[in-house]
Structure formats: structure tokens, C-alpha cells
């Protein structure tokens, strides 16, 4: 009988589970753990948290598909990356909009989130750290990909990927594109992170906000049982 899959409470404790996990590994020294805003956001503050590592947002914007906006045919990060998914193109039959349309316009939402989460902040520190990049889960893998190369372009010395829950075609095209991947639990019928957690309510600015601004004065450092 195969194992039952797990569903977590909210994203906190599914980030607690994947600390916990993560914590497992001999990752190299000094970490650096990024959130992928929203929802990997307080996933990510529960890693660096168990980790005693520094915090910080690599933003990115799924493309979706026209007429169907959950399903990602690419991606755009920081730093002026654009990542298309390789079956995008047939796709695209029949659609009006082009695909550097579509990028264009969550470039814009893009920089709105970065001027919301890292005001005035120089780009993102990684040279010669391990980043290790959290997202609340992996559908289709294209913003964790475009996260990955947004992160080499920032210096990182290593890319890790991790995540509570990932479909098994998306780990794997991430594990293509990073230096490792860490999963709680994948699985062959995902179809919507929701499923996963029994609380799923949306993440908003305010709270993003804050949790950085807490990781930025070190207080949840001093929480760490």
C-alpha cells in the first residue's frame, strides 16, 4: 500500500515540514533562503527560520495561458529573466495575444512587487551563498524555473529548489535546471496546490511585508527552539 499522502494545516506548518526535511541535508554554508512571492513567502520565512539563515524574495510572475490563466506556458524573475515552457509554442495556435505580450505585462506587476517587497534594497546577495529558493508548491515548475535562473544571474554559489509539495513533471523539470531539489512529497495527480492544505486563503502584500521586515531585524532568529 503506498504511502498516504499529506496534507498540511497552512502554509506555516508546511513550511515547518519542509524546514525539517531541509534541515536533513548538508547543505553548504552560508545559506540564503528566497521566497517566491505570494504564497512561498511564509513558507520560506518557517525555512529560514529553522535554519538561522538570512531572508529575502525573488520575485516572480507566472505567463498563463490565455483563457486559462492557472496554467503556466512561462514565466518572468528578477533580474530580466524570461522563461518559456518548450511546448508553449503549439499552444499558441489560435491565440491573439503573442507570447512577449503576455511577459510584458507581468513584467509590470513584476516591478510593482519589487518596489513593494524590497524598497530601495540593492539586488539580491547571493554571491557565493546557497540559495535555496521556497515556493508553496510546484505545479507546472515555470516560476521556480525562471526563480533557479534568476538566481545563478544573482552569483549564488548553489540553486536549491524546494518546496512542500510538487507534481512529479514539474520536480523533475526543476531538478534539470538546479543544483538539487528538496520535496516533502511529490505527486502524479496534482492539479492544484489548494488541494494540499486545508487552509489556502490568499497572501497579500501587507503580510509579505512584514514577515520580511521581521527576518530583517533578526527576531524570529531568537524563536528558534
Known sequence: MG????????????????????????LQRPLLVLGLPRGGVPVAFEVAR?????????VVRKIGMPGQPEFAIGAVA??????????????????DLPFEQLAERERLELARREQAYRPGAPPI???????????????????MIAAVRAARRSG?????????V???EAAAAVAAE???VIFVQTSESLFAISQWYLNFEQVDDAEIC???????RGEFISDVA
Open 78 to 95: 528578477s533580474g530580466g529573466v524570461t522563461f518559456r515552457t518548450g511546448g508553449a509554442a503549439g499552444l499558441y495556435e489560435g491565440v
Open 166 to 168: 510538487a507534481s512529479g
Open 3 to 26: 504511502k498516504e499522502p499529506q496534507v498540511f494545516a497552512d502554509r506555516t506548518a508546511a513550511g515547518r515540514e519542509l524546514a525539517r526535511v531541509i534541515g536533513k541535508r548538508n
Open 210 to 216: 512584514a514577515l520580511l521586515e521581521r527576518a530583517r
Open 178 to 180: 538546479a543544483d538539487d
Open 125 to 143: 546577495q547571493a554571491q557565493g551563498k546557497t540559495a535555496i529558493l521556497v515556493d508553496d508548491g510546484l505545479a507546472t515548475g515555470a516560476t
Open 156 to 164: 549564488a554559489a548553489a540553486v536549491v529548489a524546494a518546496a512542500p
Open 50 to 58: 529553522a535554519l538561522r539563515a538570512p531572508l529575502d524574495v525573488i
